[in-house]
């Protein structure tokens, strides 16, 4: 996938699909309630996100081209309460929200947490007291919960759509990952996560130049060599996209499978 913070007109994904890309993913990273029937996109091309997916929808039935990924953020810009694990009805809203997306075709979501994930003291922690008295103050066994949910609840009705999840520990040393804190996030997010459900990471870096067996080995270990995603977040949507991709090690793609 290539992606970026706008959806797109099909005159641009016909452009991406003669630079042989098969996949786009936008990113909603604003305050994820803000994502749904009605709600303004901020792109006057395409104002509201009824007509953005099903912009998306028409090009992909048309030219079958084409997936699309959605990734939403669920702590960016909190303009309202933030979400918590253990509340009925924000699990219950944010697979609705999944559940509109895939009604129009989308493949793929990515729930993040990312950059925007809270943190006392230079750790990171769970933000409400629920959560904390829950999941041991655990945000990684607080979000692989919410994956499960999401999972129990939107695959049923969409068996095809694909989950992952990028949590606040997304590269090796940039977030300290072999460290205790990092390796307890990544252990408790892999063990809660359902087995299907992709865990992100970036390699070795935030922006990674290139990605060793060894860096592959590594956090493979860590997730207790649950199913990944890596995020090659080395270059962005500029065209043409070969530009400067990062470099993976041969045997890469065997791996991967």
């Excluded at 075709?105 to 769970?126: L, R």
């Excluded at 990684?140 to 694909?162: C, T």
Aim: hydrophobic share 35%; glycine share 6%.
């Amino acid at each position: 996938y290539l992606s970026d913070y706008l959806f797109f007109l099909s005159s641009l994904y016909t452009d991406f699909a003669k630079y042989k890309v098969n996949g786009f993913a936008m990113q909603h990273r604003r305050e994820w309630r803000d994502f749904g029937p009605g709600k303004p996109t901020g792109y006057w091309k395409l104002p509201t996100y009824d007509e953005a997916l099903k912009e998306m929808k028409t090009f992909k039935n048309e030219t079958g081209l084409m997936d699309f990924m959605l990734v939403l953020n669920i702590y960016a810009e909190r303009n309202q309460q933030i979400i918590d694990m253990t509340n009925e009805k924000d699990i219950n809203d944010l697979a609705e929200r999944c559940k509109w997306a895939a009604s129009y075709g989308i493949n793929h979501i990515m729930i993040a947490t990312d950059d925007w994930t809270p943190s006392e003291n230079g750790q990171y922690v769970c933000p409400n007291q629920s959560e904390k008295e829950k999941f041991n103050n655990s945000p990684g066994k607080a979000v692989g919960y919410l994956m499960r949910r999401l999972h129990d609840l939107v695959k049923p009705e969409y068996p095809d759509l694909e989950f992952s999840i990028c949590g606040a520990v997304y590269s090796l040393y940039d977030h300290k990952a072999t460290e205790p804190e990092g390796q307890r996030y990544l252990r408790d997010l892999a063990e809660e996560t359902p087995n299907d459900i992709a865990i992100v990471w970036t390699g070795p870096r935030v922006v990674s130049k290139t990605v060793s067996r060894k860096d592959y080995l590594t956090f493979s270990r860590l997730v207790n060599n649950h199913k990944q995603f890596l995020w090659d977040n080395s270059d962005c949507i500029n065209l043409p996209v070969a530009d400067s991709p990062a470099e993976f090690y041969d045997g890469f793609s065997n791996d991967s499978n």
